[in-house]
C-alpha cells in the first residue's frame, strides 16, 4: 500500500462510528483555490449553535463521542465556537478544530483565545497550511497558533495540502521548519473554488489502484448547514456525487437526526467501511467465490484519487452493490470492536 503518513494522531485514536464531522458554516474569510466546500466570504450557510447542539445531543445517544469542527472558517463566530464546544465537552465529546488560524494574528492573541477555546473543552486544533492558503493568511498567524498548542499543552496536527506549486510548497515547509513534523494531508478531491487550479491538480496527484490506495479515515459521519448527513469527511458544497449511494444518510431538516443514525448504524455497508479501513472490502470483494472474479476483472485495475472515490464507484454498480448488501450483514466484526462499541 503507498503510505501518506504514520497512521498516528487523534483520528486514529477514536473509533470511525464515534465521530461526528461538523461543518459549522460555509463561510470563510479565505477562499482557497482547492477547497472541497468551495467556501469563501460570500458563501451563506450555517448552523447555530441550537441545531448544533441537538445535534450533539442526539449523537451522544448513539455512541458519538468525537466531534470535529470546521467549516469554511468557524472562527468567523467564535462565541458560537465556544458555545458548541462546551456543549459537546458536557456530553462528553473529545473536540477538535479546524482552523486556517487568521485570528491568531500575534502570539499573544492566538494564546489568548486558544486559552477561552481549551477551557470550553477544544482538545485539539487543526491549522492549515498551504500555497492556497497563503493568499489569504500569513504563514506568521500559523506559527503563533502553533506556539500557542505547545504552549497551552492543545494537541496540534497540521492540515497540509501539496499544490501544484513545488516551489511554494517547500518554502512553507522551511518557514514552518517542518522537518521531522508529522504533516496529515488527503488525497485529491476534484471539486473546488477554482477549476483551472483542480485541473492542474489532477496532473500533480497520482491516481491509484485499489490495491495501493491509502486510507486516512475518511469514512465517518459528517454534517453540513444544508442539512445533510454523509459518511464521509471529504463532503463538498452539494455532495451531489455521495446522493443516491450508502454514504448519503439523509437530510436532518426532513427526517430526524435520531432516524438518520439508527439507519447509519444498520447499514452494513457503512457500518462495515467504519469497523474495516480500506483495503479490507478491496480483498473480500478480490477474495470472494463468487463475485472475485467479476470485480477483479472490473475494478482491479481502475485509479482513483482516493478511498472515497473508489467506494462510489463501487456502490454505482448494481452487481457489487448487491453482493454487498447481501454478504455484508453476515460480517463478524471483531470482538474487541464490537465491545468498544
Ligand atoms: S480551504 Fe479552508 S481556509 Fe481555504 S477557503 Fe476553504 S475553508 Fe476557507
Same mark, same amino acid.
Given at each position: 500500500?503507498?503510505?501518506?503518513?504514520?497512521?498516528?494522531?487523534?483520528?486514529?485514536?477514536?473509533?470511525?462510528?464515534?465521530?461526528?464531522?461538523?461543518?459549522?458554516?460555509?463561510?470563510?474569510?479565505?477562499?482557497?483555490?482547492?477547497?472541497?466546500?468551495?467556501?469563501?466570504?460570500?458563501?451563506?450557510?450555517?448552523?447555530?449553535?441550537?441545531?448544533?447542539?441537538?445535534?450533539?445531543?442526539?449523537?451522544?445517544?448513539?455512541?458519538?463521542?468525537?466531534?470535529?469542527?470546521?467549516?469554511?472558517?468557524?472562527?468567523?463566530?467564535?462565541?458560537?465556537?465556544?458555545?458548541? @464546544?462546551?456543549?459537546?465537552?458536557?456530553?462528553?465529546?473529545?473536540?477538535?478544530?479546524? !482552523?486556517?488560524?487568521?485570528?491568531?494574528?500575534?502570539?499573544?492573541?492566538?494564546?489568548?483565545?486558544?486559552?477561552?477555546?481549551?477551557?470550553?473543552?477544544?482538545? @485539539?486544533?487543526?491549522?492549515?497550511? %498551504?500555497?492556497?492558503?497563503?493568499?489569504?493568511?500569513?504563514?506568521?498567524?500559523?506559527?503563533?497558533?502553533?506556539? @500557542?498548542?505547545?504552549?497551552?499543552?492543545? !494537541?496540534?496536527?497540521?492540515?497540509?495540502?501539496?499544490?501544484?506549486?513545488?516551489?511554494?510548497?517547500?518554502?512553507?515547509?522551511?518557514?514552518?521548519?517542518?522537518?521531522?513534523?508529522?504533516?496529515?494531508?488527503?488525497?485529491? !478531491?476534484?471539486?473546488?473554488?477554482?477549476?483551472?487550479?483542480?485541473?492542474?491538480?489532477?496532473?500533480?496527484?497520482?491516481?491509484?489502484?485499489?490495491?495501493?490506495?491509502?486510507?486516512?479515515? %475518511?469514512?465517518?459521519?459528517?454534517?453540513?448547514?444544508?442539512?445533510?448527513?454523509? %459518511?464521509?469527511?471529504?463532503?463538498?458544497?452539494?455532495?451531489?456525487?455521495?446522493?443516491? !449511494?450508502?454514504?448519503?444518510?439523509?437530510?436532518?431538516?426532513?427526517?430526524?437526526?435520531?432516524?438518520?443514525?439508527?439507519?447509519?448504524?444498520?447499514?452494513?455497508?457503512?457500518?462495515?467501511?467504519?469497523?474495516?479501513?480500506?483495503?479490507?472490502?478491496?480483498?473480500?470483494?478480490?477474495?470472494?467465490?463468487?463475485?472475485?472474479?467479476?470485480?477483479?476483472?472490473?475494478?482491479?485495475?481502475?485509479?482513483?484519487?482516493?478511498?472515497?472515490?473508489?467506494?462510489?464507484?463501487?456502490?454505482?454498480?448494481?452487481?457489487?452493490? %448487491?453482493?454487498?448488501?447481501?454478504?455484508?450483514?453476515?460480517?463478524?466484526?471483531?470482538? @474487541?470492536?464490537?465491545?468498544?462499541?
Amino acid at each position: 500500500m503507498a503510505e501518506y503518513y504514520p497512521k498516528t494522531g487523534v483520528c486514529y485514536d477514536h473509533t470511525e462510528r464515534s465521530k461526528i464531522y461538523m461543518i459549522y458554516t460555509f463561510g470563510c474569510n479565505a477562499a482557497c483555490d482547492h477547497c472541497l466546500v468551495e467556501s469563501g466570504p460570500k458563501k451563506r450557510g450555517k448552523l447555530d449553535p441550537t441545531i448544533a447542539g441537538e445535534l450533539l445531543r442526539v449523537g451522544a445517544a448513539h455512541g458519538k463521542n468525537f466531534l470535529d469542527l470546521s467549516g469554511g472558517e468557524m472562527m468567523l463566530y467564535p462565541k458560537e465556537v465556544l458555545e458548541v @464546544a462546551s456543549i459537546a465537552r458536557d456530553l462528553g465529546y473529545y473536540v477538535c478544530l479546524n !482552523t486556517n488560524a487568521y485570528w491568531a494574528r500575534t502570539p499573544t492573541k492566538a494564546r489568548s483565545m486558544l486559552s477561552r477555546l481549551q477551557e470550553a473543552g477544544v482538545q @485539539a486544533i487543526f491549522p492549515s497550511a %498551504s500555497a492556497y492558503h497563503l493568499k489569504y493568511v500569513p504563514l506568521e498567524r500559523v506559527k503563533n497558533l502553533r506556539q @500557542a498548542c505547545w504552549d497551552l499543552g492543545v !494537541t496540534y496536527e497540521l492540515n497540509w495540502v501539496y499544490s501544484d506549486q513545488p516551489e511554494t510548497d517547500e518554502w512553507i515547509k522551511q518557514e514552518m521548519g517542518l522537518d521531522g513534523e508529522t504533516i496529515y494531508f488527503d488525497s485529491l !478531491t476534484t471539486s473546488g473554488n477554482n477549476q483551472e487550479t483542480m485541473d492542474r491538480l489532477k496532473q500533480v496527484y497520482t491516481r491509484r489502484v485499489p490495491n495501493d490506495l491509502d486510507d486516512c479515515l %475518511s469514512v465517518h459521519l459528517g454534517v453540513n448547514p444544508h442539512g445533510h448527513v454523509v %459518511s464521509s469527511c471529504q463532503m463538498t458544497a452539494t455532495n451531489e456525487k455521495f446522493m443516491g !449511494t450508502p454514504f448519503f444518510l439523509g437530510n436532518f431538516y426532513e427526517t430526524p437526526f435520531e432516524e438518520i443514525l439508527r439507519a447509519e448504524q444498520e447499514s452494513p455497508v457503512v457500518q462495515f467501511l467504519y469497523r474495516n479501513p480500506h483495503p479490507a472490502l478491496h480483498r473480500l470483494l478480490a477474495e470472494d467465490g463468487d463475485i472475485g472474479e467479476y470485480y477483479r476483472t472490473t475494478f482491479t485495475a481502475r485509479t482513483y484519487y482516493g478511498v472515497t472515490d473508489y467506494y462510489l464507484d463501487l456502490f454505482r454498480d448494481d452487481r457489487i452493490m %448487491s453482493w454487498m448488501e447481501q454478504r455484508l450483514p453476515e460480517i463478524t466484526f471483531p470482538r @474487541a470492536e464490537l465491545s468498544a462499541s
